[in-house]
């Protein structure tokens, strides 16, 4: 069974920081792409960065130079570190794991609550 568990979420004001973490089990973890999503109400959800098997990142031009996604193979984790948060981010956060070749192996977590506010 696959699983995605996120944690981190929470409150914070304008200009904070917030480390969102995901742990996974029931795939090899080291070789899939990792990603994080988030949705915002009434809002389609949306890419907010990947990282892949080789390190490699991309994020969401409305998150650049403030968020960075890492991954921690022994620990099968990856974070999202959120800094200078705007109530702009405020959204559901998912986790995500894609198989760089088999396309259909893509799982999503739950989700985590971040709220951004004053």
């Known amino acids: 069974q696959v699983q995605l568990v996120e944690s981190g979420g929470g409150l914070v004001q304008p200009g904070g920081s917030l480390r969102l973490s995901c742990a996974a089990s029931g795939i090899t973890f080291s070789i899939y792409t990792m990603g994080w999503y988030r949705q915002a109400p009434g809002k389609q959800r949306e890419l907010v960065a990947t990282i892949t098997r080789n390190g490699n990142t991309n994020f969401a031009d409305s998150v650049k130079g403030r968020f960075t996604i890492s991954r921690d193979n022994a620990k099968d984790t990856v974070y999202l570190q959120m800094n200078s948060l705007k109530s702009e981010d405020t959204a559901v956060y998912y986790c995500?794991?894609?198989?760089?070749?088999?396309?259909?192996?893509?799982?999503w977590g739950q989700g985590t609550q971040v709220t951004v506010s004053s």
């Open positions: 995500n794991a894609n198989h760089p070749v088999f396309s259909a192996s893509r799982y």
